[in-house]
């Protein structure tokens, strides 16, 4: 057989593979064997192409790296590789023709040719060709370059721990602040937006370099995860990895925006349906919406976890607060890792504290972990209790990060549970014009920018509002509001009304006088005739200055 029909040949066999794959998927196989299925047929088709060009040839090897490393592959995904080649000139010739070959599978391939010093050196150079190389795999060659690699890579002066942390943890703010640090964009990239799968990546990529492991279970061992963060990442990992596949299924090619066409498509052929408050695809992007926010915390938890022990750890200081919490190198933490199961309230007091400094106060790791544990005990005699009502007005009329608090509320539980109608809300998604974010991200954009017309930048930009609200004797009573103007979305009917009739009964559970009471539901109620009302005057007042200029 000639080597031009051996290419027909493999492409007719990954054509098939593929086939196959794609059938499996619809018939709702485990995405897990899915993945791994289609990582053997690429390892499967490279070894042989390899032995055509190679034989047993001494000095070189193939090696898959970055996601092909770690065996996790999509339909659309590159296939990433790299020939170790100790003597390149001896293997010039093999090398290009095997690289020719596998380029006429016709897949995105990326690939390096390097000797172990030069991996080095580019490791060394660059955090992505180093994050890559530490997640390759051996598939053929001469299996005696393994460990000289392995040994070369490991050096403590290649990307210890420290540096390599800060620099994946500062290669992910950047990442996140693409998306504006909003995890729940209606039409979001399942690999790169907040809480995608590059997060989870980043979370291994860390574990990986510090323990040398990846194994859910074994980070578990270790104490990095508890057993519920273990659950909500394999979980996520599984579900995103089931949409990814059928993104690229879909596309014919990597895709991993999942807009808005494809999310109907989506939820239709893997079978969400619609009920008489939501439809299929909004059933759809609520699951997915909630395991993007368990994966976030899972991630925030991991660069936080090595934050404090790795890079802090060192030499850490404590400042007390009160008999409950303390501050540990400036983030707030528990004295007793049970005190919110021995006192409940202390879960709303721990936000207040931190709302009344003007600094930016984070939770630590243990605080989050005991928080968790205890959010179960927030049901209906804690939301009736007159203290935890006061603490609860007393964090929206705090001086301080208010809707930083009312955020990580949300993301700890804390806010879907003290108000049953927002977790309701966590994750539904809203098609229309006006919205870019799930109900629940949007309302805490519309409080966020309230509060911003406070300060005194916004003089400049918006002097009307700026006054306004500097006018505004009680201003929590725009932040009630703006937590209850969409909260009936979801539930079928008019959602203006249905949030009206929550904030009513939220303002008399918190001792709110009849005329205060009046105003946010006439704010909830009439939020649409508002908003209609401002974009005609926009209209209006574009169009007066049009004729003005004579246009």
């Not at 004295?335 to 709302?355: G, N, R, V």
Request: with cysteine.
């Amino acid at each position: 057989m000639s080597l031009g029909a051996s290419i027909l040949a493999q492409r007719s066999k990954l054509a098939e593979a593929l086939a196959a794959l794609a059938q499996s998927y619809w018939e709702n196989a485990a995405v897990e064997d899915l993945v791994s299925g289609l990582t053997r047929t690429f390892d499967q088709l490279l070894s042989e192409l390899w032995q055509q060009h190679f034989g047993h040839a001494d000095g070189c090897a193939l090696f898959a790296v970055g996601g092909y490393g770690r065996a996790e592959l999509h339909p659309g995904s590159d296939i990433d590789i790299l020939v170790l080649a100790e003597q390149g000139d001896a293997h010039q010739q093999a090398v290009e023709a095997f690289l020719r070959d596998v380029f006429d599978l016709n897949v995105e391939v990326g690939y390096s040719v390097r000797n172990i010093k030069t991996c080095v050196s580019e490791c060394r150079a660059d955090i992505t060709v180093a994050t890559a190389l530490f997640e390759r795999r051996f598939l053929t060659g001469d299996a005696t370059l393994i460990e000289p690699l392995q040994k070369a890579l490991s050096h403590r002066k290649v990307w210890p721990i420290e540096k390599f942390f800060v620099a994946k943890r500062d290669e992910q703010i950047a990442r996140h602040r693409h998306y504006d640090n909003v995890d729940y964009n209606l039409e979001p990239n399942v690999k790169t937006s907040p809480g995608g799968l590059r997060d989870i990546h980043t979370t291994l990529w860390i574990c990986n370099r510090q323990f040398g492991t990846t194994d859910v279970a074994e980070l578990v061992r270790l104490d990095v995860l508890t057993s519920t963060e273990a659950q909500w990442l394999i979980d996520g990992r599984r579900f995103l990895w089931w949409v990814r596949y059928g993104l690229h299924t879909l596309a014919g090619r990597k895709e991993d925006q999942l807009h808005f066409a494809r999310q109907r498509e989506l939820s239709q052929r893997l079978g969400f349906m619609d009920t008489e408050s939501k439809s299929g695809v909004e059933l759809f992007m609520q699951h997915y919406y909630r395991h993007v926010m368990a994966l976030s915390e899972v991630n925030d938890i991991i660069l936080q976890y090595f934050q404090e022990d790795v890079i802090d750890g060192r030499k850490p200081t404590t400042e007390p607060i009160n008999e409950r919490f303390r501050l540990v190198n400036g983030r707030i933490d528990v004295i007793d890792p049970d005190i919110f199961q021995h006192q409940p309230t202390a879960m709303l007091e721990m936000f207040l504290l931190m709302a009344q400094r003007e600094e930016n106060v984070r939770v630590r790791v243990t605080a989050i972990r005991a928080l968790r544990e205890a959010v179960h005990l927030i049901d209906e005699d804690f939301r009736s209790n007159p203290e935890n009502c006061s603490l609860f007005l007393r964090i929206l009329k705090s001086p301080y990060t208010v809707v930083t608090q009312l955020t990580r509320m949300r993301r700890y539980g804390v806010l879907g549970r003290y108000l049953p109608a927002f977790g309701d809300i966590v994750g539904q998604m809203q098609h229309d014009l006006f919205h870019i974010y799930t109900v629940d991200a949007h309302t805490m954009m519309v409080i966020r920018n309230m509060r911003r017309f406070r300060y005194d930048h916004a003089q400049e930009n918006f002097p009307i509002a700026h006054r306004c609200v500097k006018n505004i004797p009680k201003g929590e009573l725009l932040y009630i509001a703006g937590l209850f103007h969409d909260i009936g979305k979801g539930r079928g009917g008019d959602h203006s009304e249905l949030g009206a009739q929550d904030a009513a009964e939220f303002c008399q559970q918190h001792g709110l006088n009849d005329a205060d009471t009046e105003l946010v539901c006439w704010l909830v109620k009439h939020h649409l005739y508002m908003s209609s009302v401002a974009q005609i005057a926009t209209y209006m007042t574009h169009r007066w200055w049009a004729n003005l200029l004579g246009r």
